[in-house]
Structures are given as C-alpha cells and as structure tokens.
C-alpha cells in the first residue's frame, strides 16, 4: 500500500512545477561569504598565501598575479587579518557551487605596478644615500679630520653619593 502511494507521489513530481522559487539571500552583517582582493592596493607580499591553512591562495610576483581557488578556500579569514596593506576583505555574497574546480586569477593594473616601482626606486636611493653617508662619516673619523658626531641624546654624569657620616 505505501509503494502504490510513494509511486503516486514520484510521478506527480516528475511530470509537474517545482512548488519552490529561487530566492536571492540577503545575508547579515559579519557573515563570511568569499575573499575580495582590491588590486590596486595589494603590493603582492606573499603573507596571504603563506596564512591561507588550505593554501588556497597562490601569488606570483614575477607576472604580478594574484589567485585564489573558491572551492579550497575555507573563509577561516587568516589571509584578510594578516594582509599588511588591507586589499583583501570579506564579501557578503557566498561562491556559488560549480561542476568544475575554478582558480580565478587577478593581474595588477599598470598603475599599480608603476606605482610600486617608483617607491621601490625611492627606497633604493633613500638606502643608498643612507649608506654613503654612513661611508663619508667613517671616512672622516678614520682620518681625524672631524669630530666624533654628538650623541643624538645628552650622556648624564652619573650621581655621587655623599659619604655617610657615622654616628656613634
């Protein structure tokens, strides 16, 4: 008797409309849904992939991509926390699932990337002014022409005590 009524119910699901809708889900404030990476900020350091537990994210700084693979990633937020300049965040949105694994690949702009050369050369000749300084300095000292530099704050004498009286 159940299978004449479990039949019944098989064939009216084939041959009918399903009674559901797809709806689209607002999800709450704090909700972890999928990584978002702002390129245009992101200097490629590497600290995301080294955190990623499931190793998920994967940078190449020589072509100056970023990937990530959706389905691996566990929204455990460890590359967000850890990124030194803030380009990745947390979407509110959830991967859709898919037949297929997918690596989704992001490339830095131009501007980005001129943009990283210039403090790149910037630093350079900050260091390297730094250094010949620094050379110039012990050059002068080696030869007694100069000074040594003041010290950048003021030696204290140290304080002398008194001698205690002895009162017998």
């Known amino acids: 008797m159940a299978i004449v009524s479990f039949n019944k119910t098989v064939l009216h699901n084939l041959f009918s409309k399903p009674k559901t809708r797809k709806v689209e889900k607002e ?4 909700t972890r849904g999928h990584v978002e990476n702002d390129m245009d900020l992101c200097i490629l350091c590497g600290l995301c992939s080294i955190k990623c537990p499931t190793h998920a994210i994967t ?16 929204q455990c937020r460890c590359c967000v926390d850890n990124c030194p300049k803030k380009s990745l965040s947390m979407g509110l949105r959830f991967q859709e699932p898919g037949s297929e694994k997918v690596t ?15 403090l790149m050369k910037a630093a350079k000749e900050r260091a390297a002014a730094a250094a010949a300084a620094k050379a110039a300095q012990a050059q002068a000292q080696a030869q007694g022409n100069a000074p040594a530099p003041a010290p950048t704050a003021p030696a204290q004498a140290p304080k002398q005590e008194a001698p205690a009286e002895n009162k017998e």
């Open 104 to 118: 989704k690949t992001f490339k830095q702009s131009e501007k980005a990337i001129a943009a990283q050369e210039a």
């Open 59 to 74: 940078v190449d700084k020589a072509e100056k991509t970023w990937s990530i693979r959706p389905m691996s990633c566990i």
């Open 27 to 30: 999800y709450p404030e704090g």
